[in-house]
């Protein structure tokens, strides 16, 4: 009677940057636990069929703990059911999916990993911003601005991101923004680096905050900035202009 878990990502927010594969699994699942992070147009149109759990984080609130939502996954699978974990971008790119995938594994049950295309990449690359380009990076840097609180020490190593020639993409890291900026420049980063804030990926109603890195934390903290977003600093941000209307912008929810 054993299921199958699938650890699907969603993409960075409307069904035209959804996998064909994850919307395969989705029509057919028969239950779908779903962060809010996928965006109305996705869960809008999730099968009426399926049991749909509710597993997003609202205003700092978790509607359920993450060994709730692992213990859901287990007992529906075990139950024999298409259990599908449906997340925000990319899974398994600070998205608690290796965590997920071990608890699966665990359980003796069978999982698919279904990658997404990842807003770390997608969200600054919609408004005109690449990480990587031949004149300005040749090296991109991926990490969190919300480590883990159990970790004894952090795991970052400032000196060595300050002083990198790349760029530098963070997520989930709004409300830490200050002290990442004072860290980058207290080991030496040049504080008129670009910092571009893009606020709600790909929604209509998303919005971008630039500024230098010496002053992007007191200019979001004015602007009102709130997660999500995605922060991207370096010196492909000045590709980055609002005044140019040749710049399509991809599907939006």
Request: hydrophobic residues 40%; glycine residues 12%.
């Amino acid at each position: 009677m054993t299921g199958i878990v699938y650890l699907v990502g969603s993409g960075p927010g409307g069904t035209g940057l959804l996998t064909q594969r994850a919307a395969d699994l989705l029509e057919a699942a028969d239950v779908i636990l779903y962060d809010q992070l996928p965006g109305e147009e996705i869960l809008s149109s999730l099968p009426s069929r399926a049991e749909k759990i509710d597993c997003g984080k609202y205003g700092g609130h978790h509607t359920l703990k993450q060994n709730e939502i692992e213990a859901l996954m287990v007992d529906r699978a075990k139950k024999g059911h298409r259990v599908v974990r449906l997340k925000g971008g990319d899974p398994f790119l600070f998205g608690r999916g290796g965590e997920e995938l071990e608890t699966v594994r665990a359980a003796g049950i069978p999982v698919e990993m279904v990658p997404g295309i990842s807003s770390a990449l997608a969200v600054p690359a919609s408004v005109g911003i690449p990480v990587t380009h031949r004149k300005y990076a040749s090296q991109v840097t991926i990490l969190t601005g919300h480590e883990d609180p159990t970790k004894p020490a952090p795991a970052l190593d400032w000196k060595l991101l300050a002083q990198s020639r790349g760029t530098i993409v963070i997520l989930m890291g709004v409300a830490n923004l200050p002290n990442i900026a004072k860290a980058l420049l207290s080991h030496g980063k040049n504080p008129e680096t670009p910092v571009a804030i893009i606020e709600r990926g790909l929604r209509k109603d998303r919005r971008i905050t630039t500024g230098p890195l010496s002053g992007i934390g007191e200019l979001a903290v004015q602007a009102g900035v709130k997660p999500p977003a995605v922060i991207v600093i370096g010196d492909v941000v000045r590709l980055y202009d609002p005044r140019r209307p040749d710049l399509i912008p991809p599907e939006a929810t």
